[in-house]
């Protein structure tokens, strides 16, 4: 089992939508939980972390993480074709000698459609 | 802007030719990664530095290398290109601390292997 699942999608939604992406989680010693964007043939930009089960807002964005249950969702509301990008879950665990190591989900290619 | 510089964007090697792909930082980040991104797939970490101290994942082939010759720069070595390894190439940087740490990617180096 990997430690990070994501569905691969791809997810095609029309514009306006509500979109629900998930990941699920088997390392309990992840502290951290993050969301990256990803354009075509461009590097990850962080939208959003979160450290402790609950929501977190930010704009048209909510992440939730469910500790006991080992699953964080991003959700995008009123969805716009901007969005439309490969998402990645990322998670962090210290792994000692000062670092923390990023373990990532293999991302969701979403297409939001005008 | 403080930011993470990845050169060149596109490399065209040939089955075995050495190439090194370079990056540079502006945000004055002590841990610099590598990732190597295959299609549809999750960033693997390769290896990093925390400052001058490398520290090499398990699985990484010998054929990868690394250097960083000072806080701004870190190189990726590739000894025998093979096919296999054609990919998308990151960069990414952090600012160790002892709680979130967030890594800032720069915008990748497609490599295609001939």
């Not at chain 1, 490969?86 to 998670?91: E, I, N, P, S, V």
């Not at chain 2, 090194?20 to 945000?27: A, M, N, V, Y």
């Not at chain 2, 797939?41 to 000072?70: C, G, I, V």
Request: hydrophobic content about 30%; aromatic content about 14%; charged content about 20%.
């Amino acid at each position: 089992q990997k430690e990070v699942e994501q569905d691969p999608g791809p997810l095609s939604v029309p514009e306006g939508a509500i979109v629900s992406l998930n990941c699920t989680y088997s390392n309990s010693a992840f502290q951290y939980f993050m969301w990256y964007r990803q354009y075509s043939r461009k590097g990850p930009e962080l939208l959003m972390y979160t450290y402790s089960s609950g929501n977190k807002e930010d704009g048209r964005f909510t992440a939730q993480v469910d500790k006991s249950s080992k699953y964080i969702s991003l959700f995008i509301r009123d969805s716009q074709p901007s969005d439309s990008a490969t998402y990645l879950c990322a998670m962090s665990a210290y792994t000692g000698a000062g670092s923390y190591q990023l373990t990532f989900g293999k991302g969701t290619k979403l297409s939001v459609i005008p | 802007d403080a930011m993470v510089i990845q050169n060149p964007r596109y490399q065209v090697t040939q089955f075995g030719k050495p190439v090194t792909l370079s990056c540079s930082q502006t945000l004055n980040h002590n841990v610099m990664y590598w990732y190597q991104q295959k299609s549809s797939q999750a960033p693997k970490l390769l290896f990093h530095y925390y400052d001058k101290d490398f520290n090499n994942e398990a699985d990484t082939p010998d054929n990868f290398q690394s250097r960083r010759p000072n806080t701004s720069f870190c190189f990726l070595d590739i000894r025998s290109p093979g096919l296999g390894d054609a990919a998308m190439y990151l960069c990414a940087t952090s600012r160790e601390s002892r709680g979130l740490v967030t890594q800032y990617f720069g915008p990748g180096t497609r490599l295609t292997v001939l």
